[in-house]
């Protein structure tokens, strides 16, 4: 399984920006896709999980703000992140869960100015 995000880059507080994440390769059909985000220093932190059966979960530091969909072939998943904070800088990370194993893309560099 390969993961290739796309859609990170520099954005003011308030603003928006929006992630892709396209998946290849052995893709099941049961699967959890999602995003997680890292700064230097502190571990990987989970931001929002959508499952096969198209129930999603959020960080309680997005709720409200972020929102995570897929396409109908569920091989992309998106990230919809609005009212951006500078908090939100970090490198997000793709995610997709199948078969008890962890797959992760490339991470793409979102950067929130005050």
């Known amino acids: 399984v390969q993961l290739q995000a796309s859609g990170g880059g520099l954005a003011q507080a308030g603003g928006s920006l929006t992630l892709a994440c396209v998946a290849s390769g052995s893709v099941s059909s049961i699967k959890t896709m999602g995003w997680f985000r890292q700064v230097p220093g502190k571990q990987r932190e989970f931001v929002a999980t959508i499952t096969t059966r198209g129930s999603k979960n959020y960080a309680d530091s997005v709720k409200g703000r972020f929102s995570i969909s897929r396409d109908a072939a569920e091989t992309t998943v998106y990230l919809q992140m609005n009212s951006l904070k500078p908090e939100d800088t970090a490198v997000y990370y793709c995610?997709?869960?199948?078969?008890?194993?962890?797959?992760w893309g490339q991470g793409t560099q979102v950067t929130v100015s005050s």
């Open positions: 995610n997709l869960r199948q078969d008890a194993q962890n797959y």
